[in-house]
C-alpha cells in the first residue's frame, strides 16, 4: 500500500484531479467543508499577514482561501442570510419551469384567458425594443441585455435561448393549441429557469400579480430558484418568512469570494443608484484541530460582542431594542466555545459544534453586518487569530467576566459603590434605568472598570468619572412617558459610548499582534552587502501621536440636508461652526495626564529627576501644554499637547471655552534609536490608553542631512527615488482624510529627471529646489505642509523676506503669509506624510522604509527612472491590481521584503473604499477650493555663509500681504462672524433627546495614579 501512495503516477493522477475538484464535501447540511486552495494562506504567514491578506480581498475580491493551521489544510469558509420583502427578489430568484408553466396550464386559467394572456406575453417577449419587449432591456449603467443573443450561467457557459422554434409565428392569430404548444417548447428552453429570461420589471409583475391577465401573484417562494448566472454562484434557496421572504447564500470558499458575493448582492439588488443592504446574518465556519485554544476563542468572541454593541449604539442601529438580540452573558459564550453548545441568538450566535461540518465550530455575525468597516474588522481579526492558532494580548475567557452581575438590572448599591453616587442619585438612576428596560445593553454599567485587561488604570480611573457623569444625567431625567424615557436613555449611552471611545480600545484588542522576525534589528535596513554610508547610523527624530482617551463629543451649527435631516453646516473658510463643548478632558486635566506620561515615560526609559514643564509657543497660539523629561543617557523627549481645536471671536481673540480635543505629541531627541526606545513610547501609551490613531496626528520622521554635505547628486537621487514611489508609499501609509495636511510637492517632469540624473553644485540644487518651488505654496496652508519637507536644506537661498517666526494659521486676524520656518542649526528632511504608526512595528518599518531610501541614494549609482508617481488614492482603489505591482516593485527596487508591508496596503484598501463611500467625502481639489497657489515668490538668492545665516525664530514678517492672502483673511474672519452669529441663536439640540456633559473633574483621579 505505501509503495502504491509513493507511485509518482498515482501521485500526478490524484494531483490533476485535486485541480478539478478543489473542494472536498464531508458536510452536513448541505454546507461544504473546504480544503485550502492555491493561493491560500500558507503556513508561514502570521495572523497579522492572514488579517492584511483578507483587508486586501474584502476590495480586491482575492479567491485565497484562509487555511487553518492543525485542521488537515482545510479552510475557514462563509456564508450568509438576508431577510426582505421587496419584489427585487426577483432579480435573483424565479419559480422554476414547472411552477411557471403552471400558470397556464393549471386551474387558473379558463381557455379564453390563456389565450389573452399567451398573446399577450409572446406579442412583447417577441420584441425586440427595450421599453417595450419583456425580454429585451437596458439596465441602470446602460448595458443592453438580450437573453436571446447572450446569457452567460455561473460557469460563463451561453445559455442564450434559440428563438428559430418561434420563426413565422405569429402569436394574435395563433389557436389555443399552438400557443399552449409554444408555451411548453418556450418553457422547455429556459433551463429551469424562465426568469433568467424575462426583463426585472416583467419579472416584478409577475411577482405582484399584475402581468395581463394573471390573477395571482407568484411569490411562492417554496419552489424558487437561483436565476441563471452570479444567482447560480451566490444563492442557495429562499424561503419565506412572516414578513416576506429569507434568501440564504452559497457557502464561500474564501473571504474575498464573500465580499464580492455582498458585492454583488448590494448592487443587484439596489435600486436608483442606491445599494441594498448587506447580507444582516453572516456565518463563519471554522475547522479546528485538537490544539485549538477553546478559552482564548472564547474571550475574542466576548470581545467581538462588546465590539458589535458599541459600534451599534454610536451608529444608531437599533440594536439596543431590536428582536432576537439579547446579550449573550460571558458563561454562555464561554460553554459554547469549551463545551461545543449553542448560544442563544444575540449580537451573535455560537452554533453548535460541527452543526454545519465535522470538527469544526462557527459563528454567526447577527448584527454590525451593514456596516462593512465593523464587520470586516471583526471577522478578519477573528479569522486570522483562528486560523493561525494566534490569540496573543488575549487574556483567558474565564479570568474575567465583562457583563457583571448588574449589567442587567441595575443595583443602587452597586451604583454608589463603583461610581461614587450619592444614595440619591444612585436610587433614581437605577429605576431610571430598570424602567427604561434595556437590560443587558445597559453598556456603560459593564466591567469596563476592574480587571478589564483592554483598559489601563489611567483610562478606567477616567472612564469612572464619565460614567458618574451619564449616571447623575440619567438619575436628572424627567420623563413620565415609557418610550419616552427609553429613547432618553438611548440618547444619553449613545454619547457615552462616543465620548468613551471604548470601541477603539476593542479594536486594538482583537487586532492580530504584528510579530518581528527580529525585534532587535527590525527598524534596520539590511543590504545584504556592505554598505559605504552606514544608512542605519544617521541619525533620526520621531514625533509620535495618539489621541487623548476621551472622545471630543460638542455640538456645531447644522443645516438641513434636503432629505429631511440635517447636516453640520460648513462655513465660508470650509470649517465647521462650533456651538459648545460638552465632552472632552479639560486643559488643567490634559495637563496632568501628559505629567503622568511624562512620568511614565522617563521611568520607561531609565531617565531620572522631574518633568520639566515647558512654556513654548511653537504654533503661534499660545496654548501649548508641553513637559521634557530625560532618559538614562540623558537625552531630552518631550511630551505635548499638539492639533489644538480652537475659535475665535472676529477679533482675534482665542475663544477659551473652544479649546478643546487635540492630540498627544511624544517628540524623541536626535538618535540612532534602538527599538527598545521605540517600543518605550509604546509601552507608555498603552499604559495610559492613548490611541494612535491614523485619520488624526501624523507621525513624523526625521532625518539627520549631515550624510548629505557637500553630496548634491546623492542628496538628488534621495529626493528622485522618493518620487518614484510616493504614491505607493503615501496609500500605505498616509489616510485619505489627511492629504490635505501633507500635500505631494507640484514640480515639473522636466525637474524631475533633472534630479534622477544631477550634475549640478549643492548651491545650484538649493536654487533649483526653491526656484522649483518644493514646499507647499498655497494660500492658507504653510510650507512645510507637504509629503517630504526639505525647506531645512535649502534654507540658504530663500529670500530673508520670506523667512518669519510660525504664525498660527487659523486666527482670523493673522493674514496669511508666504513664510519658511528654518534653523542654520538645524538640517534635517522631515517626512509629515505618515499617520502616527499605531505600534512599534509600524514606526520600524517606517523607519526601515526612509533607511532603504537613503541607501539607494548613497550607496547606489544604479539608474533611477526620473518618473513623478502621482496616483491618487481613489484611482489605486479602482485599480488594487496596480498597488501590489507598484508596491512590489518599490520593495524589489530598495531591497525590502514585500510580505512586510502588504497587510498595510489591505486594510489602506478598504479604509479608503470605506471613506469615499461616506456621505461627508471631498476629493482633494474640492477641499482646497479656499487655497490657491501663491505665485509671487521671490527667485533663490546666493547662498549664505554661516555668518550671515538667519533663523526664523523672533523674526517678524515685514512684506507686504497678497491680494490673495487678503481675501484668505476676508473668509476667515466673516466664517468667525457667522460663527459668532451661530453660538448666540442656532440651537445646540435638534433632536429634542437629553445630552451628555462631562461634570466631573479628573485632575485629581490622575495625580493619584503618578508614580504607581
Known amino acids: 500500500m505505501l509503495k502504491l501512495l509513493k507511485n509518482p503516477s498515482l501521485i500526478l493522477i490524484f494531483s490533476l484531479l485535486a485541480g478539478v475538484f478543489p473542494q472536498v464535501y464531508v458536510a452536513k447540511y448541505d454546507y461544504p467543508d473546504f480544503l485550502s486552495r492555491l493561493p491560500a494562506s500558507s503556513g508561514q504567514k502570521t495572523a497579522y499577514e492572514v488579517w492584511g491578506e483578507m483587508m486586501e480581498s474584502s476590495v480586491a475580491f482575492n479567491a485565497k482561501a484562509t487555511q487553518v493551521l492543525g485542521s488537515g489544510r482545510r479552510a475557514i469558509s462563509w456564508g450568509g442570510e438576508k431577510e426582505g420583502s421587496s419584489s427585487y427578489v426577483t432579480r435573483i430568484f424565479g419559480p422554476s419551469a414547472h411552477t411557471f408553466e403552471a400558470i397556464v396550464e393549471g386551474y387558473s386559467m379558463d381557455e379564453e384567458e390563456q389565450v389573452t394572456f399567451l398573446r399577450d406575453f409572446f406579442s412583447r417577449w417577441m420584441n425586440n425594443r427595450a421599453g417595450e ?41 395563433a389557436s389555443h393549441e399552438q400557443l399552449m404548444n409554444k408555451w411548453s417548447e418556450f418553457i422547455s428552453k429556459t433551463n429551469n429557469s424562465p426568469y433568467s429570461y424575462l426583463t426585472p420589471g416583467t419579472r416584478r409583475k409577475f411577482f ?47 473571504y474575498g469570494e464573500f465580499q464580492e458575493m455582498i458585492a454583488w448582492f448590494k448592487k443587484t439588488m439596489g435600486r436608483g ?51 432576537y438580540k439579547s446579550i449573550i452573558d460571558d458563561y454562555e459564550i464561554i460553554e459554547a466555545l469549551e463545551d461545543g453548545y449553542e448560544t442563544n441568538r444575540g449580537p451573535l450566535r455560537v452554533d453548535d459544534e460541527d452543526r454545519f461540518i465535522n470538527n469544526s465550530i462557527s459563528i454567526e455575525f447577527r448584527s454590525g453586518t451593514k ?23 488575549i487574556s483567558k475567557a474565564d479570568s474575567w467576566n465583562i457583563i457583571g452581575e448588574y449589567s442587567t438590572y441595575p443595583d443602587e448599591d452597586d451604583l454608589v459603590e463603583r461610581f461614587g453616587l450619592t444614595r440619591s442619585q444612585a436610587q433614581r438612576a437605577a429605576q431610571k434605568l430598570r424602567r427604561a428596560g434595556l437590560s443587558g445593553y445597559n453598556i456603560a454599567l459593564w466591567n469596563w472598570y476592574d480587571d478589564n485587561p483592554m483598559l489601563g488604570d489611567t483610562k478606567k480611573a477616567i472612564l469612572k468619572n464619565l460614567t458618574r457623569d451619564y449616571l447623575i444625567d440619567v438619575a436628572s431625567l424627567r420623563h413620565t412617558n415609557y418610550e419616552n424615557l427609553k429613547k432618553a436613555v438611548i440618547s444619553l449611552q449613545r454619547e457615552w459610548v462616543k465620548s468613551s471611545n471604548i470601541a477603539e480600545d476593542v479594536k486594538k484588542y482583537m487586532m492580530p499582534a504584528r510579530k518581528f522576525s527580529d525585534k532587535e534589528n527590525f527598524h534596520k535596513f ?29 455640538d456645531y451649527a447644522m443645516i438641513e440636508d434636503g432629505s429631511g435631516g440635517y447636516n ?26 501628559l505629567k503622568k506620561m511624562a512620568v511614565d515615560l522617563r521611568d520607561r526609559l531609565g531617565g531620572e529627576g522631574e518633568p520639566e514643564r515647558l512654556f513654548e509657543d511653537g504654533h503661534g497660539h499660545g496654548l501649548d501644554i508641553a513637559y521634557k523629561i530625560k532618559d538614562s543617557k540623558d537625552r531630552s523627549w ?52 492613548a490611541l494612535p490613531y491614523i485619520k488624526a496626528g501624523g507621525g513624523h520622521l526625521n532625518i539627520d542631512l ?41 514640480i515639473s517632469e522636466e525637474f524631475a529627471q533633472k534630479l534622477a540624473n544631477w550634475n549640478g553644485s549643492e548651491a545650484d540644487l538649493k536654487k533649483a529646489l526653491y526656484n522649483e518651488g518644493y514646499f507647499n505654496k498655497r494660500v492658507g496652508r504653510k510650507t512645510r505642509y507637504t509629503h517630504l519637507d526639505v525647506s531645512a536644506y535649502f534654507q540658504d537661498v530663500i529670500p530673508p523676506k520670506f523667512i518669519s517666526d510660525d504664525f498660527d494659521i487659523s486666527n482670523p486676524k493673522v493674514p496669511w503669509r508666504p513664510a519658511f520656518r528654518v534653523n542654520p542649526k538645524i538640517r534635517k528632511a522631515e517626512v509629515r506624510m505618515f499617520n502616527a504608526p499605531r505600534d512599534a512595528y509600524e514606526s520600524a518599518l517606517q523607519m526601515k522604509l526612509f533607511r532603504a531610501i537613503l541607501n539607494k541614494a548613497l550607496n547606489k549609482n544604479d539608474e533611477i527612472s526620473g518618473e513623478m508617481q502621482s496616483i491618487s488614492h481613489e484611482e489605486y482603489l479602482e485599480r488594487p491590481d496596480r498597488l501590489m505591482d507598484d508596491l512590489k516593485k518599490m520593495t524589489d527596487d530598495l531591497g525590502l521584503e514585500m510580505r512586510e508591508f502588504r497587510p498595510l496596503a489591505g486594510e489602506a484598501l478598504s479604509n479608503v473604499e470605506h471613506y469615499t463611500q461616506m456621505k461627508f467625502y471631498k476629493p482633494l481639489a474640492d477641499q482646497l477650493t479656499n487655497n490657491p497657489k501663491f505665485t509671487n515668490w521671490e527667485r533663490a538668492v546666493r547662498p549664505r555663509g554661516a555668518r550671515s545665516a538667519i533663523s526664523s525664530e523672533g523674526r517678524a514678517y515685514t512684506g507686504e500681504i497678497s491680494p490673495e492672502a487678503r481675501e484668505f483673511q476676508r473668509l476667515r474672519i466673516q466664517s468667525a462672524e457667522d460663527s459668532a452669529y451661530n453660538r448666540a441663536n442656532a440651537a445646540t439640540n435638534l433632536s429634542g433627546l437629553p445630552q451628555l456633559k462631562k461634570k466631573t473633574n479628573c485632575v485629581t483621579a490622575i495625580r493619584d495614579l503618578i508614580g504607581q
Not at 394573471?214 to 441563471?228: F, G, H, R
Not at 475547522?287 to 459600534?311: D, Y
Not at 462593512?372 to 494566534?390: E, P, T, W, Y
Not at 453640520?568 to 495626564?593: A, F, I, N
Open 568 to 593: 453640520r453646516q460648513r462655513l465660508m473658510d470650509g470649517k465647521m461652526s462650533w456651538l459648545q463643548t460638552r465632552v472632552d478632558m479639560s486643559p488643567e486635566e490634559k495637563e496632568e495626564y
Open 208 to 254: 405582484k400579480g399584475e402581468f395581463s391577465s394573471l390573477v395571482d401573484p407568484i411569490d411562492d417562494y417554496y419552489d424558487m430558484v437561483p436565476n441563471l448566472g452570479a444567482p447560480e454562484k451566490y444563492m442557495s434557496e429562499i424561503e419565506d418568512t412572516s414578513v416576506g421572504w429569507e434568501v440564504k447564500f452559497a457557502p464561500q470558499k474564501s
Open 371 to 393: 456596516n462593512s468597516r465593523v464587520a470586516r474588522f471583526i471577522q478578519a481579526s477573528m479569522a486570522s487569530r483562528f486560523s493561525r492558532g494566534d490569540f496573543t494580548g
Open 526 to 554: 539590511k543590504p545584504g552587502t556592505r554598505m559605504n554610508v552606514d544608512v542605519n547610523k544617521i541619525d533620526l527624530g520621531v514625533e509620535y501621536s495618539a489621541k487623548f482617551p476621551l472622545k471630543f463629543e460638542g
Open 706 to 746: 549631515t550624510a548629505f554635505e557637500g553630496k548634491p547628486k546623492e542628496f538628488a537621487r534621495f529626493l528622485a527615488t522618493f518620487h518614484e514611489y510616493r504614491s505607493v508609499i503615501a496609500f500605505l501609509f498616509q489616510d485619505l482624510n489627511r492629504i490635505k495636511s501633507a500635500e505631494p510637492v507640484d
Open 638 to 689: 518631550r511630551i505635548e499637547w499638539d492639533g489644538i481645536g480652537r475659535n475665535y471671536t472676529p477679533s482675534g481673540e482665542v475663544l477659551v471655552e473652544s479649546v478643546r480635543a487635540g492630540s498627544i505629541e511624544v517628540v524623541t531627541p536626535k538618535f540612532e534609536p534602538n527599538m527598545d526606545e521605540v517600543q518605550a513610547v509604546y509601552d507608555t501609551f498603552e499604559k495610559n490608553n
Open 273 to 323: 443608484g442606491e445599494l441594498f443592504q448587506a447580507p444582516g446574518h453572516q456565518r463563519m465556519v471554522v475547522p479546528i484541530g485538537g490544539n485549538f485554544n477553546r478559552s482564548k476563542a472564547a474571550e475574542l468572541t466576548k470581545a467581538a460582542q462588546a465590539l458589535i454593541v458599541l459600534e451599534g449604539i454610536a451608529g444608531r442601529s437599533g440594536i439596543e431594542t431590536a428582536d
Open 133 to 173: 419587449s419583456i425580454r429585451v432591456w437596458i439596465d441602470e449603467d446602460g448595458v443592453r441585455h438580450d437573453p436571446a443573443q447572450e446569457l452567460l450561467d455561473a460557469k460563463g457557459r451561453n445559455k442564450a435561448i434559440n428563438m428559430s422554434f418561434l420563426n413565422n409565428f405569429d402569436p394574435q392569430t
